[in-house]
């Protein structure tokens, strides 16, 4: 059986928890305990294992708090194929935990390789020995820079496993001024990206009537959430940029729509860092559920 | 003792094999030889050594008329961790072959996931049992959309390798014009992006001449070409889309510069679905030769 839409999964998951927290899993080998204990093999295999075992810690005290989890492949890719077993270990831990998994890779590509990562998060690809399954994640991050060609793959592809994309359409860092911010000739370019995603959020709407076609909206520049809300009213909102990077929850409700669940809230180093990550994690639910509420 | 620079590498390496040709390898699990002499194995495992075999097999045969290989990382991904595996014994038969190694991935990300590609990539990760290299990549295609810091790690891991970069400006696919030709808003937003890459080219520039911070321009616009010659002078150009896409050999002219290693031609399905690969190379070999000689 087929699961529900991810917008629906989401949607209940977050009354369920009275969450909107997603945990991010950026691991960091340099910062791995040198005395963990790991099976005897090279350095990639035995930080590899360590990461895997880091991020379950890790999904064992926060994740109650949270309603997913977000791998970023980067940190996982970084230890070659070790690391992506331990990738694929984490996406276990995490969906043994209760948790969504969202891929965090900001995949894009032209259709014939877009479609290749479809296969990598969300499917599977036929071989002359059987099908190999791929990540199974949830949901995925992709970039559009390449057009509405180059999502259609992966929107296919989620739309075939019931899993949702959050394009990218105003990221958190600095440096998103460069281009998203640059007016395209009238609305800025991050405007036109939202069209896109709001022109297609009815090929992943869920019951609830959420779509899981989604968009990153980073928390570090609130004055464009009013506006990037009223352009995609149904789009889940895949928020990173609190703490470290200086946004703030209290400065994210322009960012809710009417449902609950209308907003995930990444949180990664102010949770891994903090010393207990299990009541730093608690504490950004209630206050971002507080917020919802408001 | 550290490597020339990527684009003094490339150079060289053009005018030895009289080639610009760049070998693109795509493999498709699901057309592999159901009677490939595999390990006994999952599926996955199975179709990762074939997929290496095979490309160890396409590098033999189109490898000598050309001067880099590139990879397609989703093709790998999507068989898991055997995947990056098999990509890792592709890379080092490449290399084998005399081939630098190009990593098609289009990474991008906020400055501190950047900075993990570029060690997987690149570089290498220091981990409590040892440092664990990388890909070992000459150089990559990444992704600009989120602005210039966003840049920024992945060329200070170039530079730091001696690497390259070839940054999207203009894709070869239909979807490039919904965001890459936007007036932005008095040029096209792919001049804005060749202009982060000229600004930057002295960042990674060789003793030829050339800058290895190179754009992906697609040869199915080739009216952009000449524009995108003057705005990216020094620049190497990694030209995606001929044949099944649409693109001819015989438009590229205007995209070469004074130096014979200033355009790599990518070629995927037209070599590897050839009946004789070997013969498909050497041919577009000799014919994009002749055009740089103009």
Not at 231 to 238: A, K, T
């Given at each position: 059986?087929?699961?529900?839409?991810?917008?629906?999964?989401?949607?209940?998951?977050?009354?369920e928890?009275?969450?909107?927290?997603?945990?991010?899993?950026?691991?960091?080998?340099?910062r791995?305990?040198?005395?963990s204990?790991?099976?005897?093999?090279?350095?990639?295999?035995?930080?590899?294992?360590?990461?895997?075992?880091?991020?379950?810690?890790l999904?064992?005290?926060?994740?109650?708090?949270?309603?997913?989890?977000?791998?970023?492949?980067?940190?996982f890719?970084?230890l070659?194929?070790?690391?992506?077993?331990?990738?694929?270990?984490?996406?276990?831990?995490?969906?043994?935990?209760?948790?969504?998994?969202?891929?965090?890779?900001?995949?894009?590509?032209?259709?014939i390789?877009a479609?290749?990562?479809?296969?990598?998060?969300?499917?599977?690809?036929?071989?002359?020995?059987?099908?190999?399954?791929?990540l199974?994640?949830?949901?995925?991050?992709?970039?559009?820079?390449?057009g509405?060609?180059s999502?259609?793959?992966?929107?296919?592809?989620?739309?075939?496993?019931?899993?949702?994309?959050?394009?990218?359409v105003?990221?958190?860092?600095?440096?998103?001024a460069?281009?998203?911010?640059?007016?395209?000739?009238?609305?800025?370019?991050?405007?036109?990206?939202?069209?896109?995603?709001?022109?297609?959020?009815?090929?992943?709407?869920?019951?609830c009537?959420?779509?899981?076609?989604g968009?990153v909206?980073?928390?570090?520049?609130?004055r464009?959430?009013?506006r990037?809300?009223a352009?995609?009213?149904?789009?889940?909102?895949?928020?990173?940029?609190?703490?470290?990077?200086?946004?703030?929850?209290a400065d994210?409700?322009?960012?809710?729509?009417?449902?609950?669940?209308?907003?995930?809230?990444?949180?990664?180093?102010?949770?891994?860092?903090?010393?207990?990550p299990?009541?730093?994690?608690?504490?950004?639910?209630?206050?971002?559920?507080?917020l919802?509420?408001?």
């Amino acid at each position: 059986m087929s699961p529900a839409p991810f917008a629906d999964r989401l949607a209940a998951l977050v009354e369920e928890r009275q969450s909107q927290l997603c945990l991010g899993l950026d691991p960091d080998p340099s910062r791995l305990d040198p005395s963990s204990t790991t099976p005897e093999g090279s350095a990639a295999e035995r930080a590899g294992h360590a990461v895997a075992d880091h991020c379950r810690w890790l999904i064992g005290r926060a994740g109650p708090a949270c309603v997913a989890a977000k791998p970023q492949l980067a940190c996982f890719e970084r230890l070659g194929a070790p690391g992506w077993a331990a990738l694929e270990r984490t996406v276990t831990a995490a969906r043994e935990a209760g948790l969504l998994v969202i891929a965090d890779g900001k995949r894009g590509d032209v259709p014939i390789s877009a479609a290749a990562y479809a296969q990598a998060l969300f499917g599977s690809t036929p071989t002359p020995w059987g099908d190999v399954a791929g990540l199974g994640a949830d949901a995925a991050t992709v970039n559009p820079l390449a057009g509405a060609d180059s999502l259609e793959p992966l929107l296919e592809g989620a739309a075939e496993a019931n899993a949702g994309l959050f394009v990218l359409v105003r990221t958190s860092n600095p440096g998103a001024a460069d281009l998203l911010d640059l007016p395209a000739p009238e609305a800025p370019l991050f405007e036109l990206v939202a069209g896109l995603v709001a022109e297609r959020a009815d090929r992943l709407m869920g019951e609830c009537g959420l779509s899981g076609l989604g968009a990153v909206v980073g928390a570090t520049e609130p004055r464009h959430l009013s506006r990037l809300r009223a352009l995609m009213p149904r789009s889940i909102f895949l928020v990173p940029g609190l703490g470290p990077q200086g946004g703030r929850a209290a400065d994210l409700g322009a960012a809710f729509g009417e449902h609950p669940a209308s907003v995930l809230v990444t949180a990664s180093r102010s949770i891994a860092d903090a010393p207990d990550p299990a009541a730093a994690a608690s504490e950004l639910r209630a206050e971002l559920w507080a917020l919802a509420r408001g």
